[in-house]
């Protein structure tokens, strides 16, 4: 188990969010606070050339990639593992890599792109999907726009952005329509995409072979025109998990409803580990990782599944059955 929860690869953040969300701020915001580090940005947005692809170095610790026509999806994923590939050849020693999508980017290729290249895999691994938020007119992208759902039932992490231009009543309503959407995701407040980077840059928040598409129904599951079928149900537990008991109960759990489980992450307690341990599947994919030690915080398990028609009280039993003795 060791070998799968250890990972060394270069962490990849990409940031997502519908136009004019506030994804560049964050960017920016984010690299100042990396003094230091070296840091590759591959920065997509839509414009009247081709894709360049030109390297531009601002400093020494920084390295600019612009895709000025195209999203980072199936029709230019060639081009991103090309370039991913040439940052890794010419700055082996990379600290981070961080990609900012087109606000009509569709996330699930992007992710895609970590695993389709075997240089890719063997190189970097995807840390987390940020969703940036725009408070002013989330209701209007979301209901206008299938990418602005995608891209929020996709995030690792929602910053709900420009919090100083509504009020406290509309800041609730729309944090609680993000957690039907997408419970799993971290959510947090921000003006000006002033974010503590701690929270959002090496969270080890998504594995990248867990995810490989976001059901279109699910994202829709709170639209006008929804699939009542699809819920999501929170396992909790404060004695501690046996890992090789729970693997092997998801697995063949998996097996069976792999297209019925949609997605799943959990935190674990788990027995002879002092981290905490990070769980999640999308379909029949999952992914172990360790995260930080308990520390003096009260251990416990919570564990998330989304899905079509789950059988609350056959998983609650499943899932007690892996409480180590």
Known sequence: ???????????????????????????????????????AV??????????????????????????NNGCLCCTVRGDLIETLERIRERAPDLDAI?????????????????????????AARLDAFITVVDAVNFFHSLEENEEAREQLGFADIVLLNKTDL????????????VRRLNPLAKLYRTSQADVDPSLVLETNAFQLAAKLEVDPLFLDEHQHQHDPSIGSIVLREQRPIDMNRFMSWISELLQEQGGSILRSKGVFNATGFNERVLFQSVRMLTTVSRLDAWGEAARGTEYVLIGRNLERETLKAGFAACVGH
Not at 43 to 66: A, M, P, R, S, T
């Open 98 to 122: 961080m990609i900012e999508t087109t606000g009509l980017a569709d996330p699930a290729p992007v992710a895609s792109t970590f695993f389709v290249s075997d240089e890719v895999k063997s």
């Open 1 to 39: 188990m060791d070998n799968v929860l250890t990972d060394s690869r270069i962490p990849a953040t990409v940031i997502t969010g519908f136009l004019g969300a506030g994804k560049t701020t964050l960017l920016n915001r984010l690299l100042r606070n990396q003094a230091g580090r070296k840091i």
């Open 42 to 67: 591959i920065v997509n947005e839509f414009g009247e050339v081709g894709i360049d692809g030109q390297l531009i170095f601002d400093d020494e610790n920084e390295q600019l990639i612009e895709f």
């Open 166 to 177: 509504v009020s406290e009543d509309v800041l609730r309503g729309i944090e609680d329509h």
